[in-house]
């Protein structure tokens, strides 16, 4: 738990107290009456009702769609099964930015429902909505479908046995067990909703605004440091009471589970209701993840003269001469996977050791750090960038022209996935057995790397699976602390967007391509990878 604090300490909460100092302390002076000040103006509080209940829906609608996927993912197995849901995690590492790009061309003016049907959705909730949904969507089907496939179905056999109906034994003896991976869902999602940014600036328009597009508008557009630094305390508070009660709530329900290895859970579909239902998922998967990935490939290749590489051919041209770029926009590319090994090592360094540390012991002090390591999913990343750039620039940490900067900065956001993608599993392991252990003369660290480490292998490439990706796909802190000469991919590709012309846009949806290219094979290699020894039925 120490080395958990002190990371979070040094590269969280000393940069962002930095910037919140700095705003609302001009000259020496504290100004608080600027909190109340704020607060009290009706367009702010219409920010952040529309922030809170946007959310909300979007976390709603997310869990009512993905959790069939979910379970098809977790019990079924039919051709394709780790294709797909690498494709399925395909958006999540996307930029924001990019995931609203993608959704205006299918629902903005000659986009393809305007081109099909005449509608419309741009500038209304719909479309923010439903870009959340897709952005998300994998949260829901990795976090859940992670657990679910290991539960031991003969529990839920065994209830049936004794006289309960399908959904009454699913209800009473699967729903519980899977509560606490549901509520991690839902508050990753809810938390990923609560500060949206790109998806809502360009899908909203001037009609919508999350308090993370306010806090940008105040801090980039009119230079207000004090508002936005109000604001990201307004945000801050709002996030750790969200926290506060999941924990409370969430702690109290789980329980020691049977786990079980996931090649004896999986099986092929029986009966026309998980045909049908298999069904229905890949149609929402076809709709929902792949129609608006399809729209970035073909864009991506519909150059002037017709369908071609013109796009993928410019990104190894010369140097931007406008300054945007120091070095070919394809070098991005390598500078990205790079940036991103060195978060996810971070990452799971960091989320193991705090998953070990909140399995192994309790209290209020435990549960808020457990509240703490889920805090950088919702601060503003525009206040931890601006933070790393004022806070981490001087000896011994001036680390301003450090490559290490970066993974830094990604690992912040891998953390929580790596600790909530962990924690179900660790605490689901039965306590027993590592007393047993211990009893034989097991050290430890004997007994976690003969007890615990078996049973939880699979959720730690899960876990890697998702540092990597958002590590891929991390642009609000990045951009601003990302050289000129090493590039990010989400950076070259905002950097492409916010430019006139369309060879900048096609070059922008080449390298998203890539990006979702790259993706899909790295989180295909890890569900290939499967542990050596299969965990016994016993545990």
């Not at 959340?132 to 990795?142: D, I, S």
Request: with cysteine; proline share 6%.
């Amino acid at each position: 738990m120490a080395a958990s604090v002190a990371f979070f300490a040094l590269f969280f909460a000393y940069p962002v107290a930095a910037i919140v100092g700095r705003g609302l302390r001009p000259g020496g002076t504290w100004q608080l009456g600027r909190i109340a000040e704020v607060l009290g103006d009706p367009d702010i509080r219409g920010v952040l009702w529309f922030t809170t209940w946007q959310a909300v829906a979007s976390t709603l609608l997310t869990l009512l769609i993905a959790l069939p996927a979910a379970y098809v993912f977790a019990r079924l197995d039919f051709p394709g099964k780790q294709v797909l849901r690498a494709v399925v995690t395909v958006p999540f590492v996307l930029p924001t930015v990019v995931v609203g790009t993608a959704f205006l061309a299918m629902v903005g003016r000659g986009g393809l429902l305007d081109e099909l049907w005449g509608v419309r959705l741009d500038t209304t909730v719909w479309a923010i909505l439903l870009a959340h949904v897709f952005f998300n969507y994998a949260v829901v089907v990795r976090t859940v479908g992670g657990l679910w496939s290991q539960l031991d179905p003969r529990q839920e056999e065994a209830a049936r046995v004794l006289g309960a109906g399908r959904f009454a034994a699913w209800r009473r003896v699967t729903l519980p067990a899977l509560a606490p991976a549901v509520a991690a869902a839902a508050l990753m999602v809810f938390l990923f909703t609560f500060t949206s940014f790109g998806v809502v600036q360009i899908l909203g328009g001037p009609a919508f605004s999350t308090l993370e597009v306010e806090i940008y508008r105040q801090t980039a557009t009119f230079l207000d440091l004090p508002t936005a630094a109000v604001l990201t305390l307004v945000q801050f508070a709002a996030v750790g009471a969200i926290l506060a009660v999941h924990a409370w709530t969430v702690r109290r329900r789980e329980t020691a589970l049977r786990l079980v290895d996931p090649e004896q859970t999986s099986r092929r579909p029986r009966g026309s209701a998980q045909w049908a239902l298999l069904g229905g998922v890949l149609a929402t998967v076809l709709l929902l993840i792949l129609l608006p990935l399809g729209v970035l490939v073909e864009r991506s290749l519909d150059g002037p003269d017709g369908y071609g590489f013109l796009y993928y051919r410019a990104l190894r041209g010369a140097v931007d001469g406008g300054g945007a770029f120091l070095v070919p926009p394809l070098e991005a590319v390598w500078n990205s996977l790079e940036y991103a090994v060195v978060a996810t090592a971070i990452a799971l360094v960091v989320g193991g050791l705090a998953a070990a540390a909140l399995t192994r012991r309790a209290g209020r002090l435990v549960r808020g750090f457990d509240a703490l390591l889920m805090l950088p999913l919702g601060v503003s990343a525009v206040t931890v960038g601006f933070g790393f750039l004022i806070t981490l620039d001087k000896p011994p940490l001036d680390l301003r022209t450090s490559w290490i900067l970066v993974p830094l900065a990604q690992a912040l956001v891998g953390v929580p996935f790596v600790v909530r993608t962990m924690l179900p599993v660790l605490r689901a392991v039965d306590g027993r057995l590592r007393e047993a252990a211990a009893v034989l003369g097991a050290s430890p660290l004997r007994a976690w790397r003969e007890v615990d480490l078996p049973l939880v292998r699979r959720a730690l490439l899960v876990a890697a699976g998702f540092a990597f990706a958002v590590s891929l796909g991390e642009f609000g802190a990045t951009v601003f602390i990302a050289r000129p000469d090493n590039p990010t991919l989400p950076v070259a590709v905002a950097r492409l967007l916010g430019r006139a012309g369309d060879l900048n846009y096609g070059q922008a949806m080449a390298l998203s391509t890539i990006l979702m290219v790259v993706c899909a094979v790295s989180l295909l290699v890890l569900e290939r990878l499967r542990p050596a020894q299969s965990v016994s039925g016993e545990f």
